[in-house]
């Protein structure tokens, strides 16, 4: 068997072997507002359980910005107030220093396990977690601060379907609606290309 055959097949037996190894996470989206009662409640409830259940299978996009809206002359509404923008622009600047789920989802926890989640609780959270406040902060109160919302505005904008509420949560790029409650697992289970699937996603 001449060198050029063997190397064939060892593309193809390593082709064949990788079918076995894991796929690629699924890629959820979850288009949130920092005071939105229902994106607490599905932080608190199924995204919680997913990412206890489920998290080695899937990476979690959160967007800051829900039903803000932008207006003409630059400034930012949002839909429940000031600290709502205020809380949305800290998600935001902790998302650019604590990029991973597992550096911002303890984070986001935390500030949503509060009755009503404030700046001080924030801040609070990042005493708890050992994170930097002082660069979220500075980051709060400066130009890079604006800047991320907009970027986060427009991953927002982009959206086909446009969003119609909050939580908006999208499994690999697309609207999935049975994810908004609790289908979450089942639909990111099902969009998971791996033979490796954690026991959840085989549980009724």
């Not at 060892?10 to 229902?38: H, I, R």
């Not at 601060?145 to 907009?150: S, V």
Request: glycine share 8%; charged share 20%.
């Amino acid at each position: 068997m001449s060198i050029q055959t063997l190397a064939v097949l060892a593309v193809v037996l390593a082709g064949f072997c990788g079918g076995a190894q894991s796929a690629e996470k699924v890629q959820l989206g979850f288009y949130s507002e920092s005071l939105c009662p229902d994106c607490i409640d599905f932080a608190n409830g199924p995204l919680e359980k997913a990412m206890n259940e489920i998290g080695s299978i899937f990476t979690l996009n959160y967007v800051p910005w829900g039903n803000a809206i932008l207006k003409n002359d630059g400034t930012i509404e949002c839909q429940h107030g000031k600290l709502e923008c205020t809380l949305n622009t800290v998600e935001a600047c902790t998302l650019y220093y604590y990029k991973t789920e597992t550096e911002f989802w303890p984070f986001l926890h935390c500030l949503d396990e509060k009755i009503a989640p404030t700046l001080d609780g924030a801040q609070q959270c990042f005493s708890q977690l050992s994170y930097n406040w002082t660069a979220v902060d500075a980051c709060l109160n400066s130009e890079q601060g604006y800047k991320l919302d907009l970027m986060y505005y427009n991953e927002t904008q982009a959206l086909k379907p446009p969003h119609e509420y909050t939580p908006w949560i999208t499994v690999n790029g697309k609207h999935d609606p049975r994810a908004e409650g609790s289908g979450l697992i089942k639909a990111i289970c099902e969009a998971y290309t791996g033979e490796d699937k954690p026991d959840a996603c085989s549980q009724k």
